[in-house]
Protein backbone atom coordinates (compact mmCIF):
# COMPACT_ATOMS: atom_id res chain seq x y z
CA UNK A 1 0.00 0.00 0.00
CA UNK A 2 2.79 2.60 1.03
CA UNK A 3 4.42 1.80 -2.14
CA UNK A 4 1.31 2.20 -4.25
CA UNK A 5 0.88 5.84 -2.19
CA UNK A 6 4.22 7.01 -3.13
CA UNK A 7 3.40 5.82 -6.95
CA UNK A 8 0.38 8.07 -6.73
CA UNK A 9 1.69 10.93 -4.72
CA UNK A 10 4.76 11.00 -7.38
CA UNK A 11 1.99 11.10 -10.51
CA UNK A 12 0.02 14.20 -8.77
CA UNK A 13 3.66 15.29 -8.65
CA UNK A 14 4.27 15.04 -11.98
CA UNK A 15 0.90 16.42 -12.83
CA UNK A 16 1.47 19.48 -10.74
CA UNK A 17 5.21 20.01 -12.44
CA UNK A 18 3.86 20.15 -15.77
CA UNK A 19 0.95 22.22 -14.41
CA UNK A 20 3.74 25.02 -13.69
CA UNK A 21 5.76 24.52 -16.72
CA UNK A 22 2.56 24.78 -18.93
CA UNK A 23 1.78 28.53 -16.83
CA UNK A 24 5.54 29.94 -17.35
CA UNK A 25 5.62 28.94 -20.41
CA UNK A 26 1.89 30.90 -20.89
CA UNK A 27 3.06 33.73 -18.66
CA UNK A 28 6.46 33.89 -21.08
CA UNK A 29 4.68 33.99 -24.24
CA UNK A 30 2.04 37.00 -22.97
CA UNK A 31 4.60 39.11 -21.52
CA UNK A 32 6.49 38.63 -25.40
CA UNK A 33 3.51 40.61 -26.47
CA UNK A 34 2.15 44.15 -25.87
CA UNK A 35 -1.35 44.18 -23.89
CA UNK A 36 -3.99 45.17 -26.38
CA UNK A 37 -6.51 47.94 -25.80
CA UNK A 38 -10.20 47.57 -24.93
CA UNK A 39 -11.14 47.41 -28.93
CA UNK A 40 -12.28 44.39 -30.65
CA UNK A 41 -10.15 44.35 -33.79
CA UNK A 42 -6.94 44.60 -31.37
CA UNK A 43 -8.06 42.09 -28.55
CA UNK A 44 -8.63 39.67 -31.97
CA UNK A 45 -5.00 40.34 -33.58
CA UNK A 46 -3.66 40.22 -30.08
CA UNK A 47 -5.35 36.31 -29.96
CA UNK A 48 -3.71 35.43 -33.14
CA UNK A 49 -0.13 36.71 -32.26
CA UNK A 50 -0.62 34.76 -29.26
CA UNK A 51 -1.77 31.53 -31.07
CA UNK A 52 1.37 32.29 -33.06
CA UNK A 53 4.21 31.50 -30.22
CA UNK A 54 5.65 27.90 -30.21
CA UNK A 55 5.81 28.55 -26.32
CA UNK A 56 2.27 28.62 -26.26
CA UNK A 57 1.94 25.42 -27.86
CA UNK A 58 4.62 23.90 -25.94
CA UNK A 59 2.04 24.63 -23.07
CA UNK A 60 -0.86 23.22 -24.70
CA UNK A 61 1.35 19.90 -24.78
CA UNK A 62 2.34 20.19 -20.80
CA UNK A 63 -1.66 20.82 -20.05
CA UNK A 64 -2.09 17.56 -22.10
CA UNK A 65 0.35 15.19 -20.30
CA UNK A 66 -0.87 16.88 -17.23
CA UNK A 67 -4.49 15.87 -17.94
CA UNK A 68 -3.44 12.54 -18.86
CA UNK A 69 -1.79 12.05 -15.61
CA UNK A 70 -4.27 12.88 -14.04
CA UNK A 71 -7.03 10.78 -15.61
CA UNK A 72 -4.96 7.61 -14.61
CA UNK A 73 -4.63 9.13 -10.62
CA UNK A 74 -8.13 9.63 -10.88
CA UNK A 75 -9.26 6.24 -11.52
CA UNK A 76 -6.78 5.38 -8.50
CA UNK A 77 -7.89 7.09 -6.06
CA UNK A 78 -10.72 9.23 -4.20
CA UNK A 79 -10.95 12.65 -5.71
CA UNK A 80 -11.03 14.55 -2.38
CA UNK A 81 -7.51 12.35 -1.64
CA UNK A 82 -6.19 14.09 -5.46
CA UNK A 83 -7.29 17.46 -5.70
CA UNK A 84 -5.84 17.56 -2.12
CA UNK A 85 -2.49 17.04 -3.17
CA UNK A 86 -2.42 18.58 -6.10
CA UNK A 87 -2.79 21.49 -4.52
CA UNK A 88 1.04 21.15 -4.38
CA UNK A 89 0.87 23.64 -7.95
CA UNK A 90 0.44 26.38 -5.82
CA UNK A 91 3.79 26.04 -4.10
CA UNK A 92 5.78 25.06 -7.22
CA UNK A 93 3.93 28.10 -9.21
CA UNK A 94 5.02 30.42 -6.03
CA UNK A 95 8.96 28.90 -6.52
CA UNK A 96 8.74 29.12 -9.87
CA UNK A 97 7.22 32.43 -10.18
CA UNK A 98 10.59 33.77 -7.78
CA UNK A 99 13.04 31.54 -9.12
CA UNK A 100 12.61 31.65 -12.89
CA UNK A 101 10.59 34.72 -13.77
CA UNK A 102 12.51 36.86 -10.61
CA UNK A 103 8.88 38.05 -9.42
CA UNK A 104 8.71 39.33 -5.88
CA UNK A 105 7.19 37.20 -3.75
CA UNK A 106 5.93 38.22 -0.57
CA UNK A 107 6.30 37.10 2.76
CA UNK A 108 2.30 36.70 3.35
CA UNK A 109 2.49 34.99 0.24
CA UNK A 110 4.82 32.54 1.73
CA UNK A 111 3.02 32.08 4.58
CA UNK A 112 -0.14 31.06 3.15
CA UNK A 113 2.19 28.51 0.68
CA UNK A 114 3.43 27.05 4.40
CA UNK A 115 -0.40 26.84 5.32
CA UNK A 116 -1.11 25.23 2.13
CA UNK A 117 1.80 23.02 2.54
CA UNK A 118 0.26 21.70 6.40
CA UNK A 119 -3.19 21.62 5.00
CA UNK A 120 -1.89 19.17 2.06
CA UNK A 121 -0.17 17.13 4.78
CA UNK A 122 -3.26 17.09 7.43
CA UNK A 123 -5.53 15.66 4.28
CA UNK A 124 -3.13 13.55 3.59
CA UNK A 125 -2.91 11.44 6.63
CA UNK A 126 -6.48 11.69 7.26
Aim: glycine letters at 4%.
Amino acid sequence: MREGLFFILSLIALTSICDTINQLFLKSAINSLISPSGNIKEIFKFIIKLVLIPRVWLSFLFSFISLCIWLFVLSQVDLSFAFSADSMHYIFIALASRFILKEKVSSKRWLGIILIVVGIMMVSVS
